[in-house]
């Protein structure tokens, strides 16, 4: 749970500092506060959900959040930017190129895919995956056969 005490915080620090906040409701002093309840998740692909709520992840610089099915996990992939995660709950996998035993991240770990990498993000519990990422860059997906 310490970890978490210091991971938690320093995600919020990331919304809270971006000058673009969707479903935010700023205070007085110019902080935003984004609930759980009101972020809007759209289906990405069948095995996942993103809702941002900072930046644009289409085109620039984003902190989104993800829900991903349990037990399901997407096809190998690359991105054309790196990005940075952190499983919030459930246990997920992101095996790098052809990597046969990677290791089980749980809530609080933490995971970097630089940009042009070959890997699969996957969850694998048996309850569905919540995680955070962000990166600099817009964010895409292309699968590899």
């Not at 895919?113 to 309850?127: D, F, L, R």
Request: proline letters at 8%; aromatic letters at 10%; glycine letters at 10%.
């Amino acid at each position: 749970m310490k970890l978490l005490t210091k991971v938690i915080p320093a995600l919020l620090i990331f919304v809270v500092n971006d000058a673009v906040a969707q479903n935010a409701s700023k205070n007085t002093v110019g902080g935003i506060v984004i609930p759980a309840n009101s972020i809007e998740f759209q289906e990405m692909a069948p095995f996942v959900k993103m809702g941002t709520v900072a930046g644009d992840m289409s085109a620039g610089p984003h902190g989104t959040f993800g829900i991903m099915a349990a037990e399901d996990g997407s096809p190998r992939h690359t991105h054309s930017g790196a990005y940075h995660g952190v499983v919030l709950s459930g246990t997920m996998v992101n095996p790098f190129g052809r990597e046969a035993n990677p290791p089980e991240m749980t809530a609080g770990s933490y995971w970097y895919v630089p940009a042009g990498v070959e890997h699969i993000t996957a969850c694998v519990s048996k309850v569905p995956c919540l995680f955070y990422f962000h990166a600099n860059e817009g964010f895409d997906f292309t699968p590899v056969e």
